[in-house]
């Protein structure tokens, strides 16, 4: 893949979208009613579907004004110059990233409006790659930029084992932003996660995450739009509550204490006796839920990249979902019930089940016992409710495509739909019923998405030969646990000489 220019996207809210979504409902609506009377299915069948269809239209509705209802958080003068006053720390574990997409988020990050005041990239014993001239890159921008940074490399512990390293390493944040290693932050991304903050009772911020290489092939322009559809509806309504269950890992932030306060339980969770080396991200919103609110930001926007082939999907759904049914029973155990959190948690699963039993219904039992099938225009009303929800796609505009592009974007969510009533549901069920699985299963042998080829890589930090020194790195920090040898690392030449803490540059 090419390298893509500066990205940057931001919300638009339009009446148009807003009236498409409810006219593409009232018309699933009729859908529904002709398909049940039209249907020779029998009063008793017919008053159920009658019903079932009433409880879903009710909750579609109520999600819909829930969505809608979502603004991006703003603040006053005052209050931004607090917020300007926090130390905000971000958190970068590595694990076998292209360098390629490496580079580019770090660079995002130098180009923020309101920079971070500390960042902290930890190289989780990668097996594939070498990052020693991008981490010289780095340190020499980051000192420029008068950002204070570490990068270390550790022994493989996992995901969490690396965020916690750079949490120890900034003991004076307020705020902690995660970010992936493929993380590409639009410029305005820290400054505007920052403002739900201002509230004392927000515990964490969401972004609003769009891939990077949406262009690549079918299946990353049909992944974009499902997953930001998913995250301009069902997160959008449960922000408007302060009851977002999931912050995405390409960029979320969170009250330092949540972090440093469940740091032990964080990197020891268990389940059926395996630790959990999945569903992070999951697990610090609901730290943050235990203590106040959890909101999305959708000003904040990050880019990231999305699997390119169908198996990589896969694997990082089925991931998704066995995490899902962990963090599921954990909220059910721990959140409270007078929040709004437990109850949508509960109205989900109700979803879940309700659907998939109707689903069974019409396609398996009623055509297999009774010889009767589902007439036409049943089969048209998740399209219509898909293509509803999907115009939500349309309020995010981004500055590498146009609004046509998009609109040919939008007309293919009956293929998101189809995929998602029928591979994604087994993925779901298959993952609730394999939860016990707990490895992470992707990126055992590398990137599975690039940027830059191998041919590319010499060329990453721009850095002449005659512009370096070669120093010893201590063994505690850069040990590597392939060849038990210590790494040598090329840093800029200082004109002045100044006591540098080891491991650690600022």
Not at 56 to 61: A, D, H, Q, S, Y
Not at 244 to 267: E, F, I, K, M, Q
Not at 377 to 393: D, E, H, M, N, T
Request: charged share 20%; glycine share 6%; aromatic share 8%.
């Amino acid at each position: 893949m090419t390298r893509p220019h500066t990205l940057t996207a931001h919300p638009h809210r339009s009446t148009t979208v807003l009236t498409g979504a409810i006219s593409l409902t009232l018309a699933a609506g009729w859908a529904a009613h002709h398909g049940i009377t039209a249907a020779d299915y029998g009063a008793d069948t017919s008053s159920r579907l009658a019903a079932v269809w009433s409880v879903t239209f009710l909750l579609l509705l109520t999600q819909t004004v829930m969505y809608h209802c979502e603004r991006p958080r703003q603040a006053t003068p005052r209050a931004r110059r607090q917020l300007d006053a926090l130390h905000v720390a971000v958190l970068m574990p590595v694990y076998n990233e292209d360098p390629g997409y490496l580079r580019y988020g770090l660079e995002s990050l130098l180009a923020q409006t309101r920079c971070p005041n500390s960042v902290h990239v930890v190289d989780d014993g990668s097996t594939t790659g070498d990052y020693r001239l991008l981490r010289a890159w780095w340190i020499e921008a980051a000192t420029a930029a008068g950002i204070a940074t570490t990068w270390v490399r550790q022994p493989n512990s996992g995901k969490r084992h690396a965020q916690a390293a750079g949490v120890r390493a900034c003991p004076q944040a307020d705020v902690f932003v995660t970010v992936d290693s493929d993380s590409c932050l639009d410029h305005r991304a820290v400054e505007e996660i920052l403002l739900p903050f201002a509230r004392r009772d927000v515990q964490s911020a969401a972004g609003i995450v769009l891939a990077t290489n949406h262009h690549r092939n079918l299946l990353t322009r049909i992944t974009d739009l499902w997953f930001l559809v998913g995250q301009l509806t069902d997160r959008s309504a449960l922000s408007a509550m302060g009851a977002v269950l999931v912050n995405s890992g390409p960029l979320a932030a969170y009250r330092a204490a949540v972090v440093r306060d469940n740091l032990d339980a964080y990197l020891s969770e268990t389940f059926m006796g395996r630790p959990v080396m999945f569903s992070d991200d999951s697990l610090l919103t609901l730290y943050a839920l235990l203590r106040g609110r959890a909101v999305q930001q959708p000003s904040a926007v990050v880019f990231t990249a999305l699997p390119e082939r169908p198996s990589h999907f896969l694997r990082m759904y089925l991931r998704w979902m066995r995490g899902s049914t962990i963090r599921s029973l954990w909220r059910m155990r721990y959140l409270p019930l007078t929040g709004w959190a437990y109850w949508a948690q509960l109205t989900r699963w109700f979803q879940v089940a309700l659907s998939t039993a109707v689903l069974a219904w019409l396609l398996i039992v009623e055509p297999a016992l009774y010889g009767r099938t589902p007439p036409a225009s049943f089969l048209i009303v998740p399209f219509l409710i898909g293509w509803a929800q999907a115009l939500r796609y349309l309020s995010i505009i981004r500055s590498d495509e146009r609004i046509r592009t998009r609109l040919i974007t939008w007309l293919l969510m009956p293929a998101a739909v189809v995929g998602s009533w029928t591979v994604l549901r087994f993925l779901r069920w298959y993952g609730m019923a394999t939860c016990a699985r707990t490895g992470w299963g992707t990126r055992q042998n590398g990137a599975e998405v690039t940027l830059t080829g191998p041919a590319d890589e010499a060329t990453l930090a721009d850095l002449p030969d005659e512009d370096t020194v070669r120093i010893r790195i201590p063994v505690a920090k850069l040990l590597d646990p392939d060849t038990e040898t210590t790494l040598t690392v090329p840093i800029p030449r200082q004109r002045t000489a100044a006591p540098v803490p080891e491991g650690t540059f600022r």
